[in-house]
């Protein structure tokens, strides 16, 4: 018995080796056969297919939001929110949406983070009138689709004063691209971690060290010895559908908030451009690396902008350039454009891991500054004007 013992443990590390050089081998194979045409025909197909249908009731002074989303169980089911809504009749109500970045951390963080839909509550109330009221309506990993859903039944259960959209553009890509696209490049992760079963506790850190590490940087490793080559045409097709998809939801958020006359707030946001995006190696690094070691500011950021829209297998992606120059042609009635990735915003705070924990999730302090734009530029363009509160 203990000689067999002894056997499993001399030939445990061949076998876990033989199972990694397999997964490895057989990825290899695997990505070299892939069907664009197949892929774009199942983006397409997600992007048009009917969502999970999403419920906000109120009871009790407690709105509980459930979202019937397409996964079902496991650590990435979208979780119900409550969210304490018993306002004041006389109260200016101030609804902020958007995606985790908004109202959540990062799931292995453990500082407390201050939110600053709760910090902009507080400067508009520093006066001492207690008017506003800020309700922070940002669900974990939504994308526009599932913002314009939320915020038809917000306005059905009271109509604010002002709608805050804050993360536009990045939800429907990162979205698109995980249910779609990443999976079929990954190495380990589809033998691994694609068992939605497996507890949160196991399944989130393992999940983060192979979709944000190890899966990328065995892609890049891959495409620098010549093992594989993924062209860069499918991936404009793709990102042009998924762009069209978000000017189609990002315009019914436009018409629901002009149907109930109420002023939209539109935040192009910022984000850690030192976040290394992964994509076409010979593309995305290079634009990476120029940036990095780029010394003139605004050159550096123009790098480091290029690699981000170049990216395919990062773990979660940046806001889209494309988004941007869409949010900046438009001409609407009632909608307000607060574009926090101009060069103002420069002189208070970098777009790195000084201000960001990761991606996006913003650190209080980066937080802390995004309340001040919003307090200035609500009360500049639409409270002092509208006599608003």
Not at 29 to 43: F, G, N, P, T
Not at 347 to 360: C, K, L, Q, W
Request: hydrophobic share 40%; with cysteine; net charge positive.
């Amino acid at each position: 018995m203990k000689r067999l013992f002894y056997v499993f443990i001399l030939f445990l590390p061949l076998l876990l080796l033989s199972f990694l050089l397999f997964s490895f081998i057989s990825g290899i194979l695997k990505i070299r056969k892939i069907d664009y045409a197949k892929m774009r025909s199942e983006l397409q197909m997600y992007l048009g297919q009917e969502k999970g249908g999403l419920t906000a009731l109120l009871k009790d002074g407690v709105m509980r939001i459930n979202y019937d989303y397409y996964v079902k169980e496991g650590p990435y089911k979208k979780p119900d929110k409550e969210i304490p809504f018993n306002p004041l009749q006389d109260e200016c109500l101030i609804y902020v949406f958007g995606s985790s970045v908004v109202g959540s951390k990062p799931p292995l963080l453990k500082d407390e983070v201050i939110y600053f839909p709760q910090l902009l509550e507080g400067l508009l109330n520093s006066g001492g009138s207690n008017k506003f009221k800020v309700y922070n309506f940002a669900m974990e990993g939504f994308d526009s689709f599932e913002v314009k859903e939320l915020a038809l039944k917000a306005f059905g259960q009271r109509k604010p004063d002002i709608a805050i959209y804050f993360d536009i553009g990045v939800g429907n890509f990162e979205n698109s691209y995980y249910q779609c696209i990443k999976k079929k490049y990954y190495f380990f992760w589809n033998f691994l971690l694609s068992n939605p079963r497996l507890p949160r506790f196991l399944n989130i850190p393992a999940d983060q060290f192979l979709r944000e590490f190890l899966e990328p940087n065995l892609l890049n490793l891959c495409q620098k010895l010549k093992l594989i080559r993924i062209p860069l045409e499918p991936f404009l097709g793709f990102n042009g559908l998924i762009l069209e998809s978000e000017k189609r939801n990002i315009l019914d958020i436009i018409r629901a908030c002009q149907a109930k006359r109420i002023p939209l707030v539109i935040v192009m946001p910022m984000g850690n451009l030192e976040e290394r995006p992964y994509g076409i190696y010979e593309l995305t690094d290079y634009y990476y690396n120029k940036g990095m070691k780029e010394v003139d500011p605004y050159r550096r950021i123009d790098y480091l902008v290029k690699a981000r829209d170049s990216e395919i297998f990062t773990f979660y992606f940046g806001f889209k350039k494309a988004v941007y120059d869409f949010l900046c042609g438009l001409r609407e009635k009632g909608v307000y454009l607060l574009d926090l990735t101009d060069k103002s915003p420069y002189e208070m705070f970098d777009f790195s891991y000084d201000n960001f924990y990761d991606y996006g999730h913003m650190k209080t302090k980066t937080h802390r500054i995004v309340a001040e734009y919003l307090y200035d530029f609500l009360k500049k363009n639409i409270l002092d004007k509208r006599n608003v509160g």
